[in-house]
């Protein structure tokens, strides 16, 4: 098996390394490119370093499989001619996730949509826990409407905002802004650029994206988007409303059962998924599993994952395993 990562030098692009031996591919032969002013350092890799290269060197390899994580439009120059030379393609970014001929895959709720693509779109961070968490409940009890408030970490932007996080709350100011207002001891509530509708760019990604995940076009669903001074775990406070009453235990037990989740509600002993404690696991933990009190069929949740691994990394190589067991047979 021949890999490839293009934005190898990043935070997900690292992240892919540390987990690909997770996955089976503990034996590939794996080539990373990155931007020109990376090309030729080495990063750590298994028990040595790993040379990068630029994508146009790396298109001149004969890959199996290439990961895309760096930004919308070198996937959309990129992409599709790794696809013509007979690769595989799994990409992180926005460029392809709601083009109607590109599946959007989260391997718990929807492989079979992957069909024979070769290029295969990987939701946003926020939306994979989500529709993790959900997907089971719309199977089981239908889904009337949700509203999701967010609380993603820096790392969700990127090193720069890491640097700028760590650089406030050691007193200094920071060489490179990414926000628009300090992030430390801090809220901001805006995830991405403003769209229509003043909804953020993130806001709308999730809306749109688990909509096609969980083919449910006319979904109800609203959300508000806030980053938050924490490292890495993206947290989610969800309401649903089910189409049909349904008691709690008997929620609970749906999700407990549900692939890629981890039931932690047990909150007279202060047990409940935190950021702090999700970093480096690839499932997704759910926990302040209560009635909404304002409506008979009104459930809250609340979701945290890694949004490096789970929400980037795992998602991707979850899919790639599928893809080639499917080969295989």
């Not at 980037?312 to 395993?321: D, V």
Request: glycine share 8%; charged share 20%.
């Amino acid at each position: 098996m021949r890999l490839g990562v293009v934005g190898v030098t990043g935070l997900v692009g690292r992240t892919f390394l540390q987990a690909l031996p997770l996955y089976g591919f503990d034996r590939a032969e794996v080539y990373g490119a990155a931007s020109h002013r990376s090309v030729g350092s080495r990063i750590p890799f298994r028990t040595g370093e790993l040379l990068v290269e630029s994508v146009e060197s790396l298109l001149r390899r004969e890959l199996d499989i290439v990961f895309f994580s760096a930004g919308a439009s070198v996937s959309r120059e990129w992409a599709p001619r790794f696809v013509e030379k007979g690769a595989i393609v799994i990409d992180n970014s926005s460029a392809w996730r709601l083009e109607p001929n590109v599946p959007l895959i989260v391997p718990e709720v929807n492989l079979s949509s992957i069909g024979q693509a070769r290029l295969i779109a990987n939701p946003n961070c926020s939306t994979i826990q989500l529709v993790v968490v959900i997907a089971p409940l719309q199977r089981t009890f239908g889904i009337e409407r949700v509203v999701i408030s967010t609380y993603q970490a820096v790392t969700g932007t990127g090193q720069k905002a890491v640097e700028q996080l760590m650089a406030e709350r050691s007193g200094r100011v920071a060489s490179h802004s990414v926000y628009p207002h300090p992030i430390d001891l801090n809220c901001i509530p805006q995830c991405d650029v403003f769209e229509e509708e003043g909804y953020t760019r993130e806001e709308w990604k999730i809306i749109k994206e688990t909509r096609k995940i969980l083919d449910n076009p006319t979904l109800p669903i609203t959300a508000t988007a806030v980053r938050v001074p924490v490292l890495g775990g993206h947290s989610e406070s969800v309401n649903v409303v089910l189409k049909q009453e349904a008691p709690l235990e008997a929620v609970k037990e749906v999700l407990a059962q549900a692939p890629g989740i981890v039931l932690q509600d047990n909150p007279t002993r202060h047990e409940y998924p935190m950021p702090r404690y999700v970093g480096g696991q690839n499932e997704v933990f759910v926990g302040r599993i209560r009635r909404d009190t304002s409506h008979p069929r009104g459930i809250n949740l609340w979701i945290v994952a890694d949004n490096l691994r789970k929400g980037a990394a795992t998602n991707a190589l979850q899919i790639a395993q599928h893809v080639v067991a499917a080969t295989q047979h």
